[in-house]
């Protein structure tokens, strides 16, 4: 196990050191520069680009970003914040980023795990029917629509929240976003586990277990969540990541400093270190919950182990 780990680990470090450098290359290759002010000459553009050393051959530009990220360095805005770290615009906006899609993941993976139960308990009911509507609302209607709806109806019609993000009220300014963003994980989760739990359902071990008296929430939970678990882990783990590094349109419609918004305001302006950074933070996520979903696996299934040529 400890070999599979490590083995796992060089090849996440590998990959993102290959992501890095994939990202640092096409935003060189990017027509236009952080300079694009028509105001500033020819000679202008060259002194601002020999002042944060993008005159370098871009490979020597590139170990030199990677030996500053190491210390956790991600250069300075070029056009932004002009001069002002990376690392201190994302010290406020990505926390915020995390809380959210926190609360979405979390709204998100309860309400779908209780819906697809229900309708899988519940088969060919009204419940099952019922579930089953919301399941595919939630896959079929974009999340901008949702956040749209929610907005007017909530925010506008009946000011029970505040449309617009409002930090002196953080609370109350989250629960339109992340109930916007949660729809289509809460949609897909309920989904799978009503498919899954079907199939346990009518497993003979769960005969068995039933005819030696085990029924009720043990039933559920030693023997038919813990079997349909690891379809609906893979499932949700590519969602996690997308929930909390933020949604670039929900964060934008309701007006969040996240990290999302970040993101925009910085491809527009071609402020290469800002979009390198927040790129480079999603691939990490990305990689480090896969992995971590890895090893979920064989906790869950005790039948999943790590051979030794592994």
Known sequence: MKRY????????????????????????FMPGSPFNDEKLSLDQRALLAAKYGLDQPLF????????????GDFG???SISRDVPVASLLETRFPLSLELGGWAILLGTVVGLIFGSVAAFKQNTIW?????????????????VMALALSYYFGFKHQWFPILFDLADKSRSLVLPAISLSLFTMASVARFTRTEMIEVLQSDYILLAESKGVTGFRLFYKH?????AIPILTVLAPLVVGLMTGS?????????????????Q?????????????SFIYSAMFIGVMFVVDLLYGVLDPRIHITKGA
Do not use: C, W
Not at 266 to 278: E, G, H, R, T, W
């Open 5 to 28: 780990i490590l083995r796992r680990t060089l090849i996440s470090l590998a990959t993102l050191l290959l992501i890095l450098f994939i990202l640092f290359m096409l935003l060189h």
């Open 60 to 71: 020597v530009q590139f170990l030199t970003y990677l030996k500053n990220m190491v210390t």
């Open 76 to 78: 300075l805005s070029f």
């Open 128 to 144: 099952d029917t019922f579930a089953t509507i919301l399941s595919v609302i939630g896959v079929s209607v974009p999340s901008y």
């Open 224 to 228: 038919v969540l813990r079997n349909a």
């Open 248 to 264: 670039l349109v929900i964060e934008k419609i309701f007006s969040i400093p996240g990290i999302g918004q970040l993101l925009i």
């Open 266 to 278: 910085a491809i527009q302006s071609n402020d290469y270190n800002v979009i390198l950074a927040i």
